[in-house]
């Protein structure tokens, strides 16, 4: 695996984007966009950044870094959101395994999506996604860290069971319940899914309205798993409402044509400043739920963490480029 890793190191950030813009249209439907989103809540930019820190905890405040940033902490657990998650540990153990790499990049990630496919006897384009997140993983935690996390799926054995027609079948159906089920004139009623693992994490929201704003309506406790939440105002995170703290940034795994269209001024603006990755298209991946209406029913993932490093993050980068020596990253002990 160090000489994996050490291959690893050689890629730029631009390399790892093209390297998923080249797998993206193979990876299976399912996990297209939630193998996008999990780059996006991960991107290599701000890991660098820290690794290369000669004090990450000070930068960390700097870029205003809040939540469960480290993914070091969550190796097994930061991609639950992907179907290929359940098939993590063969994926992982293909990572871990001593073979000859490819060269390209690409070439990398589909060798490792077709050495677990053997183990699991599932297709390849099962496991591209998560082959790619599982080396952008290693890239960005190092040969020791990665190696000790177990490999746990963190599935309930109801979830596990699910094919992915299923869950496609489910993300389909909820529009149509709340299509014929739920209209009431003009306060049409739709479904907002944040956990689609879990059978009750949903709350209602009304036909145009802002998706953190309907989250309010679940009054369930989700500050003790997550200290960043307001007691009693739902499972998003939020502080100002008004696009300007970026807490309630999320990403959508179905559902993304049914919210508004992103308005250039502020959202679009206000996420590069925060740093996140956002798309050109009007109805992006990303989004910011106190800005996002809904015209339909959705399935979103609520990141760990959030920050404001967009307009610093490049200032630092310049300044550890000038300083470093070979490529920053977690070091490989022998």
Same mark, same amino acid.
């Given at each position: 695996?160090?000489?994996?890793y050490?291959? @690893? ?11 998923l813009?080249?797998i993206?249209p193979?990876i299976?439907h399912i996990?297209?966009?939630?193998? +996008? ?7 290599? /930019?701000?890991?660098?950044a820290l ?9 960390s ?6 939540g ?5 902490e969550q190796?097994?657990?930061?991609h639950?959101?992907?179907?290929a998650?359940r098939?993590w540990?063969?994926?992982k153990?293909a990572?871990?395994?001593?073979r000859?790499?490819p060269?390209e990049?690409?070439?990398?990630v589909?060798?490792?999506a /077709?050495?677990?496919a053997r183990?699991t006897?599932?297709? +390849?384009?099962?496991? @591209? ?5 599982g080396?952008?993983? @290693? ?7 990665f ?6 799926v963190?599935?309930s054995p109801?979830?596990?069971?699910l094919?992915?027609?299923q869950? @496609?079948r ?6 149509r319940q709340?299509l014929?089920g739920?209209?009431r004139g003009p306060a ?9 693992s ?10 145009g ?10 009054k369930r ?5 997550d200290p ?8 998003i995170?939020?502080?100002c409402?008004?696009a ?6 999320v990403?959508?795994?179905?559902g993304?044509? +049914?919210l508004?269209?992103v308005?250039d +001024? ?6 590069k ?5 956002v798309?050109?298209?009007p109805?992006p ?8 209406r809904?015209q ?9 963490w959030?920050g404001?490093f ?5 200032a630092?980068r310049?300044?550890?480029e000038a300083?470093?020596?070979?490529p920053p990253g ?5």
């Open positions: 695996m160090k000489d994996l050490a291959r @690893l190191c050689r890629f730029e950030p631009a390399d790892w984007e093209r390297a813009e080249a993206a193979h299976l996990d297209r966009n939630a193998t +996008r989103i999990w780059f996006a809540f991960w991107p290599l /930019d701000l890991s660098l690794a290369s820190s000669d004090d990450p905890q000070a930068l405040r700097k870029l205003g870094l809040m469960r940033w480290r993914l070091s190796i097994d657990e930061s639950r959101f992907l179907y998650h098939y540990p063969q994926v153990n990572i871990a395994s001593d000859e790499w060269t990049l690409p070439a990398i589909e060798a490792v /077709d050495a677990a183990i006897r599932t297709d +390849r384009e099962m496991l @591209l996604g998560m082959a790619a997140v080396l952008m993983t @290693l890239r960005q935690t190092g040969v020791e860290v190696a000790s996390a177990p490999g746990t963190h599935l109801a979830a596990i069971r094919s992915p027609h869950v @496609l489910r993300r389909a159906k909820r529009d709340a014929f739920f209209v049409r009623r739709w479904r907002v899914t944040f956990d689609e879990e059978p009750h994490a949903t709350f209602p929201v009304i036909q309205q802002e998706i953190a704003t309907a989250a309010q309506t679940d406790d989700y500050r003790s798993r960043r939440c307001t007691p009693g105002e739902g499972p995170p939020v502080e409402r008004a300007s703290c970026g807490t309630c940034w990403g959508v795994l179905a993304a044509e +049914r508004s269209p308005v +001024r502020d959202e679009r603006t206000r996420m400043v925060f740093g996140y990755s798309a050109d298209e109805t991946l990303i989004r910011l739920a106190c800005q996002a809904a339909g029913s959705v399935s979103i993932v609520i990141p760990p959030n404001m967009g307009g610093k993050l490049g630092v310049t300044e550890s300083t470093a020596v070979g977690p070091p490989v002990r022998e």
